[in-house]
C-alpha cells in the first residue's frame, strides 16, 4: 500500500492527455518497484495487450461470378510472385496465351499498385518491355511515368534519354516532364544541374508546380545546400504575381532544413508564419517541430498544443513522444504513451516498436524489453535487424555478456545476418568490462564474417586499451583507423591523449592528433561515458535507429484504386519513413474498363 501511494503521487511528466489516458486503460501494474535513486521502476506483465484493432479479421469476399473470382485471385497471385522476385517482366510474360497481348487493365493495375506501393524499379521495368511489344499502344502518359520512375530512382541518365526521344517524337516540355527530370538530378546528387532545370523552368517553361517546389527544396535541403533553398523558398514567399504561394509542405520542408541545420530559432519562427499566413495546421505540421526537439518536456508541450489544436496524434506523433521519452530514461512514461496509442486505435509500426525496445535497452530493462520483442510477434510485427540489436544491447547494459552472446547466436538461428552495429554492440559491452581479449575476439569473428569495421569499432578497441592504459596498442589503432580512411573522432583523440603519460608519449599524441602543443579536453578513464551517448553513437552506422530524417512522414497509401478514370498526376515527393502494414487486399475490380488516360499538370 505504501508503495502504491507513492507511486500514485510521482510526479511524472506526462502531457495532461496522456495522463488521463494512462488511468483509463485500466492496464494492470503487477509490480511498482522503487530504486534507490527515487525513480519508480514499473513491470508490467499484461502491458501491450493486444487490442481489437489489431486482430486479423477475415473479409468475406464477393465476386460477381466464378470467371470473376478466378480472374481476381489470379492477378493477386501474379502481383505476390512480382513482389518476391523483386522482377515483373518474365512472369507478365506467362500470363500471355499464345500471341494474344496482355489485357489492358492487367497492365494498367499491375502499373498503379506498384507506383502507391512505390516500387519505381518494377514500374521503371515494366514500362521498358512495354515500349518493345507491338500490341502496346505506347502514349505520351507512359513516357511521362517512366521519367517519373527514373526521377524517383535518381537515374538521370536514363530519364535524360527518354527526354532525348519524347523530343524527337515530337513532345513538347512538360511539367511533370522537367519536374521529373529534376527530380532524377537531385536524387542522383547532381544538385547544380536540379537548380539548373528549375530555374529554365521558371524563365522559358513550363511554369514549375507546387510539386515542382515542393521537390526542388527536398533536393536542396538534402544536398546540404541551404542557402540556395532558403532564396528559392523567400521568394516564392514574397512574389506577387505567383499564382500560388507556399503551401504546407514547403513550410514542413523549411522547417527541417533549419532543425538539420541547427537554427531552431529560425524553425521556430517559420512554423509560427504558418499560422499568420493561414495555412492550415496539421498532425505532420506538429511532428516537424517535435522532431527537432532533444527535451522531452518540449516534445510534450508540442504534443499538447496539437491536441488542443483539435488534430489527433499520428504514429509519428506518439514515436517522437515515446523516442524523447527513452532517450531521458524516463521508462515508464515512455511506456505509457505506447498504451495510449495503442488505446487510441492507432497502428503501431516496426520502428515505433524498436523505439520503446530502445528506451528500455538505453537502462538494461532486459525484461521488459523481451516483453517488447515477443509483443511484435504477437501483434504481426516481423522484428528486423534492428529489432534483434537493440536487445543485444539491453543484455549489454545489463552487463549480462552471456544474454547478449545467446541473443547474437539467435540472430543467425533466426536467417539475419549481423552487421558492423550489432558487432560493435557486442564490443562495447566487452569492453565496459575491461576485457581486451574477448574485444578481440569479436573483431576477429567479424573480420572473418566479411563485416567491414568502421569508425565506432576502431574508438571501442581504444576505448578497451585505454581502460586498460595500454597507449602503445591504442596507437597501432589510433593509426589503423587514419589507414582505413577514417578521421578519428573526438573520443578517440582524448583517448589517444589521456594514455599519454611520459613527454615522449605526449609529444607523439600530440603529433598523431595534429593538435600541437593545444591539449584536448581528456575525460579520466574512470568516468564513465553515458550510455544513451553510447548507444548513439553505435547506432549511426547503417541508421538502425533513425526515426525521422525526413519529417515529412505521411500515411501510406491503403492498397485500394479509387473507381474512375485512371489518372497521371504530378507525384508529390512523399517518401514516408513510416510503412504502415498493408493489412487490405488490393480490389483488382477496380481498374475494369479503364481505356482512357488523363493529365492532371
Keep these: 500500500m505504501e508503495a502504491a501511494a507513492i507511486g500514485s503521487q510521482s510526479p511524472l511528466s506526462f502531457p495532461s492527455s496522456l495522463c488521463k489516458a494512462k488511468v483509463s486503460s485500466g492496464l494492470p501494474i503487477c509490480n511498482v518497484k522503487i530504486s534507490s535513486n527515487r525513480r519508480l521502476e514499473v513491470v508490467c506483465h499484461g502491458m501491450l495487450a493486444t487490442r481489437k484493432f489489431m486482430q486479423r479479421k477475415r473479409k468475406e469476399e464477393v465476386f460477381k461470378d466464378a470467371a470473376d473470382e478466378a480472374e481476381q485471385k489470379n492477378w493477386r497471385r501474379m502481383m505476390r510472385e512480382i513482389e518476391e522476385r523483386g522482377s515483373a517482366v518474365s512472369i507478365l510474360k506467362t500470363q500471355r496465351s499464345g500471341k494474344e497481348p496482355l489485357p489492358r487493365d492487367v497492365i494498367l493495375g499491375t502499373l498503379v499498385r506498384f507506383k502507391q506501393l512505390k516500387k519505381w524499379n518494377i514500374v521503371s521495368e515494366i514500362l521498358e ?110 512574389e506577387k504575381r505567383a499564382s500560388f504561394k507556399p503551401d504546407q509542405k514547403m513550410f514542413h520542408m523549411m522547417i527541417y532544413m533549419y532543425k538539420k541545420s541547427g537554427d531552431y530559432a529560425q524553425a521556430r519562427k517559420l512554423f509560427a508564419q504558418i499560422s499568420e499566413r493561414g495555412i492550415p495546421l496539421s498532425t505532420v505540421t506538429f511532428n516537424s517541430l517535435m522532431s527537432f526537439e532533444t527535451d522531452y518536456k518540449e516534445v510534450s508541450s508540442i504534443y499538447d498544443q496539437m491536441q488542443r489544436a483539435g488534430l489527433k496524434p499520428d504514429v509519428v506523433s506518439y514515436s517522437l513522444l515515446i523516442k524523447a521519452y527513452g532517450k531521458a530514461r524516463r521508462e515508464e512514461e515512455a511506456l505509457a504513451v505506447f498504451e495510449e496509442m495503442l488505446d487510441a486505435g492507432v497502428r503501431p509500426t516496426r520502428k ?243 481505356r482512357e488516360v488523363n493529365f492532371a499538370s
Design 352 to 594: 515505433s516498436y524498436n523505439i520503446l525496445l530502445d528506451a528500455f535497452a538505453i537502462s538494461g530493462l532486459v525484461d521488459e524489453a523481451n516483453t517488447v520483442f515477443k509483443a511484435m510477434r504477437r501483434h504481426r510485427v516481423e522484428p528486423d535487424l534492428c529489432s534483434y540489436t537493440t536487445m543485444v544491447l539491453a543484455y549489454v547494459n545489463a552487463s549480462d555478456m552471456n544474454g547478449a552472446e545467446k541473443f547474437f547466436r539467435r540472430i543467425k538461428e533466426d536467417g539475419l545476418k549481423p552487421n558492423v552495429v550489432v558487432y560493435g554492440t557486442l564490443m562495447k559491452g566487452y569492453s565496459k568490462l575491461n576485457n581486451v581479449e574477448k574485444v578481440m575476439r569479436v573483431y576477429e569473428r567479424m573480420r572473418i564474417q566479411g563485416v567491414e569495421p568502421n569508425q565506432t569499432i576502431y574508438t571501442t578497441i581504444m576505448d578497451v586499451h585505454g581502460r586498460n592504459s595500454d597507449f602503445g596498442n591504442a596507437v597501432i589503432w589510433f593509426k589503423e583507423m587514419e589507414a582505413r580512411g577514417y578521421p578519428p573522432d573526438q573520443k578517440a583523440k582524448n583517448i589517444l591523449l589521456s594514455l599519454a603519460k611520459t613527454p615522449e608519449e605526449q609529444q607523439e599524441a600530440n603529433e598523431l592528433v595534429r593538435n600541437g602543443a593545444v591539449q584536448l579536453e581528456v575525460k579520466p578513464y574512470n568516468e564513465e561515458v553515458d550510455d544513451a551517448d553510447e548507444h548513439e553513437i553505435t547506432q549511426t552506422d547503417s541508421g538502425n535507429h533513425r526515426l525521422l530524417d525526413d519529417t515529412l512522414a505521411r500515411n501510406h497509401v491503403n492498397g485500394r484504386i479509387r473507381t474512375g478514370n485512371y489518372t497521371f498526376d504530378e507525384d508529390e515527393d512523399d517518401d514516408d519513413d513510416y510503412e504502415e502494414e498493408d493489412g487490405e487486399e488490393f480490389n483488382f475490380v477496380s481498374f475494369k474498363d479503364k
Design 129 to 238: 518491355w512495354l515500349r518493345t511489344q507491338h500490341w502496346w499502344d505506347f502514349t505520351e502518359m507512359d513516357f511521362l511515368m517512366l521519367v517519373t520512375a527514373y526521377g524517383k530512382l535518381g537515374d538521370f541518365s536514363r530519364a535524360e534519354r527518354v527526354l532525348k526521344y519524347m523530343n524527337k517524337k515530337g513532345y513538347h516540355p512538360s511539367v511533370i516532364s522537367q519536374t521529373g527530370l529534376m527530380e532524377a538530378y537531385g536524387r542522383g546528387k547532381q544538385y547544380r544541374k536540379a537548380e539548373a532545370v528549375f530555374r529554365r523552368m521558371q524563365t522559358s517553361g513550363p511554369e514549375p508546380s507546387p510539386v515542382t517546389y515542393q521537390i526542388i527544396l527536398k533536393s536542396l535541403v538534402e544536398g546540404d545546400k541551404y542557402k540556395e533553398a532558403e532564396a528559392i523558398f523567400e521568394d516564392l514567399l514574397n
